[in-house]
């Protein structure tokens, strides 16, 4: 499934193409399941920097290793990857893709492919999110929109990790509701009360060390607000706005920070010390992906429209 243009839903072309070489340092992998994600939207959009059409997009996927995986990886070992796949080169929306070695990861026994195909890009950007910003137990943690990728990810490991607080939000009742019935217990109802009062009230008013926000706009604001002395605000995404005004006394009162974080300039050994955090809290069952719906490849534009309009509870998978 290939955006032929970068010109919204319409762009996505159903296509034949030729089975990819494998080189050196690619192997071949047969896809089983693509992670549907924001990005793909953004790219389809035309408004990520970088990317050319025609373009196979899917920046996250799981299959098969049918070729040069070597010993590390040997045929017929169910892998799971991430990489600059979908972006700036052809992605995981497709039947066969040529994937690095070094981005590839096994996928543990107990985890079947659907779920495996949503794990890499929100929980790698999750876990290097909280270790860039000095994630340890005890750490009070907050990443707004709960039922989307970053917010469950970040909350799940960070309560996996000890976190004395693992905080969430949402802005729909029916989702807090959700949420809670999964076990996400601390979560921000925000149709009835402010983030920041929230924050507070689940905190004896101490506030979040460490802030993760994918949303961006009003949401990225409010949750300044709520830093702790010396906290930090990590922003790495912008589903509801690019733009937004900040009060710049939330940075100075609590002496607190806000950076980036871009996950395709990261270097291997943060993604490789991420995948072994990760794997090890798959395989005791510590975390979980939470998948929505699936969709198969040939309704691409669906699962994509259902993602970025319907704002499902969990992660859009595309069965390849």
Partial sequence: MRAETFSGYEGLKLIELPKPAVTKTKVLVRITAAGVTPLDHTILAGKFHGSKAPLILGNEGAGVVEQGGGTDFPVGSRVMFFGTYGAFEDGTDSEWVAVRKEDLCLIPDNVDDVSAAGIPVAYLTAQVALTLAGFRAGKTVLAPAIGGSIGNAVTQLARALGAKHAMSSTTNHAKAEQAKALGFNEVV??????????VRRITS???????????????LSEALGVLSLGGSLTTLGYA???????????LIVPQA????????AQPKASVGAAWKVIVSLLKSGAIKPIVAKTFPVVEAVDALRYLIEGRPFGRVVLKI
């Fill in 189 to 198: 109802d925000t149709s009835s009360e402010k983030l920041g009062d929230g």
């Fill in 205 to 219: 008013g101490y506030g979040a060390d460490i802030v993760v926000d994918g949303i961006g706009g009003e949401v």
């Fill in 240 to 250: 509801a706005s690019r733009k937004t005004t900040i009060d710049v006394t939330n």
């Fill in 257 to 264: 920070s806000i950076r980036g974080l871009n996950m395709f």
